[in-house]
């Protein structure tokens, strides 16, 4: 029922990638941020393929859309190794291209706010805003990006200081920095309904940009949104054997009382240092999420079921499922695609950005849904 419950937002979004990819709108993002593609990756000369491989695969991650990012992102691999003179062993721009995505990078958490919205169906939920976790999402995942570009350039001796360098990383650490300071002085109820209100603005912009965009090409906006709906059904009917299984695996978990002791060992290290418990049920869905996405998206469905779609728990599982990436599996992957076996740092810069994309998604929680 969930997987079904997710065919048409997919089919909307991938629907919607495509007529953005032949309105121009993809290759606008890449001409826009050409840039700051020249400050993360010094090594790849302007105008070279990689760079709007690269920059569609961002957009698609922007969107929430792992399952159109992921064959755009081997595609950027593929070109990025063709720059690479040691095909064994990862360049400097493969790593930050792969430490990038494995923080998760994402405007719009589509399949997580979708899941939330069935299971607010599920019951009974009235007036429930699945999109109230957007801008915390947003808050977690720009962390975690800055947390994962200043590992990696800090070992790649990248000229952070430098006036241009510096000058993007203190704006977006400001834009991030304000943005939270700003909604950490409203009352939990009023931050909460400003960040619903600002998610449901910026999915409708999104989906106005792409028509508009397709209008003015004088593109068939209609048979290129089919086109890309087509995969929709696809995409949301593969999940469900890992889904059916996880939830298994979770339910057996649970009934033997393992969940119980891995919790009460965290909790107990927790309450001996005076602070709160409450974030522990969502805590194993940003721990799994470094493994595995199909069982982080189960222990999340399980915390949907367990205290109810719109209690903190669940809120703090969603944010830590869409703010997050499955580390393990994308460095598998993405290596393994060109046949690159020393994978250097990467693993340990993708794994610090991951143990702080957690800390902050649990105090921006605190911050806006505690009661």
């Known amino acids: ?144 990006l800055i947390t994962a570009l200043l590992a990696v350039a800090w070992v790649q001796k990248l000229p952070i200081w430098r006036p241009r360098f510096a000058a993007f990383l203190l704006g977006l650490m400001a834009v991030v920095g304000g943005v939270l300071w700003g909604l950490t002085q409203l009352p939990p109820e009023t931050a909460a309904t400003l960040v619903g209100t600002a998610g449901a603005m910026v999915v409708m912009g999104v989906v106005a940009l792409f028509l508009l965009a397709g209008t003015l090409r004088r593109e068939n906006a209609y048979e290129a949104f089919i086109d890309g709906a087509k995969e929709g059904f696809g995409v949301a009917v593969q999940i469900v054997p890992y889904l059916v299984a996880m939830l298994v695996a979770v339910g057996v978990f649970r009934a033997a009382g393992c969940m119980d002791v891995v919790l009460n060992a965290v909790g107990a290290g927790v309450r001996a240092l005076g602070l709160d418990t409450a974030f522990l049920p969502a805590l194993p869905v940003g721990l799994m999420k470094i493994l595995s996405g199909a069982g982080a998206r189960g222990l999340m469905v399980d915390v949907f079921a367990t205290y109810g779609v719109d209690s903190f728990p669940a809120k703090l599982a969603a944010i830590m499922q869409g703010s997050s990436e499955t580390t393990f599996y994308v460095l598998a992957l993405y290596f393994g695609s060109v046949g690159v076996k020393d994978t250097r740092y990467a693993l340990p810069c993708a794994l610090l950005a991951d143990v702080v994309g957690i800390v902050a998604a649990i105090v921006i929680a605190y911050a806006l849904f505690s009661h």
Do not use: C, Y
């Open 1 to 144: 029922e969930i997987s079904l419950g997710l065919v048409g937002v997919m089919a909307l979004w991938l629907g919607l990638m495509r007529v953005g990819e032949r309105a121009g709108v993809i290759d606008a993002f890449a001409r826009f941020a050409s840039p700051v593609f020249a400050l993360l990756f010094p090594s790849v000369p302007r105008g070279h393929a990689s760079q709007g491989a690269v920059m569609m695969n961002v957009s698609a991650n922007l969107l929430g859309l792992d399952n159109a990012a992921t064959p755009l992102g081997l595609k950027a691999m593929r070109e990025l190794q063709t720059l690479n003179p040691t095909p064994e062993r990862a360049s400097d721009a493969h790593i930050m291209f792969i430490v990038l995505n494995t923080a998760g990078l994402t405007l719009i958490p589509t399949a997580v706010i979708a899941m939330r919205q069935t299971m607010a169906a599920k019951q009974g939920l009235t007036n429930f805003n699945a999109a109230d976790i957007f801008v915390p999402t947003l808050l977690v995942t720009a962390i975690g």
